[in-house]
């Protein structure tokens, strides 16, 4: 094959790969917006239909059930906080409380997301380095607090509950229970280790020296 001919195609794969490397993560970014505002546009659902945007101006606006979903949250939000706003909600989790299925997974999600959203919750606050799926293979996790109930007292020894999280996905993973003694307490934030993760190693955190003091 001609020399000449050899270079244009090496400029031609580079510029692909160089524009590709602009244009996937801009995709994929706009993507995961879109998915978002769909999803939350969907509480125009809540409204009347004379009060919605295509009954104004004869078609959609894409967004504004963002600024619903805000708006209908930071009043969910300041009603809560006062004391019948309080009685209210103990009263529709009692109430919710009674239904046999809706019962295991209204509890089960709320103490998932107390902790995660809860300014004083401690769930993915500390990332870890741990040996997984086997001795001698490490991993970054997430520790999510120590093991509680009936559990505690089959584990001798100080253990921690651990989420390991998959790649390039860390809404999926495992939860396991480790000694304190084996797991190794990172020093870099929950956003970084997250990052570093989906990234699949790519994207290592900046060492910062001194950083944990």
Known sequence: MPRGVVRSIFFVRRYLITGLLIWVPLGITLWVLHAIVAAMDQSLLLLPEEWRPHAWLGFD?????????????????????????????????????????????????????DPLFSST??????????QWPRPGVWTVAFLTGVPGGDVVNHL??????????????????????????????????????????????????????????
């Open 156 to 213: 001798p020894g100080d253990y921690v509950s651990v989420y390991v999280p998959t790649t390039p996905n860390p809404t999926g993973g495992y939860f396991v229970m480790l000694p304190r003694s084996e797991v190794v307490e990172l020093d870099m934030t929950v956003d970084e280790a997250l990052k570093y993760i989906i990234s699949m190693g790519v994207a290592p955190p900046v060492n910062v020296p001194g950083r944990r003091g």
């Open 61 to 113: 606006v894409p967004g504004v059930g963002v600024l619903l979903t805000v708006v209908v949250v930071l009043v969910t939000g300041l009603l809560a906080t006062n004391v019948l706003g309080q009685r209210f909600v103990e009263a529709w989790e009692s109430l919710l409380g009674r239904i046999p299925v809706v019962k295991s997974i209204y509890n089960s999600v709320k103490q998932v997301s």
């Open 121 to 130: 919750g401690q769930a993915f606050r500390k990332a870890l380095l741990v």
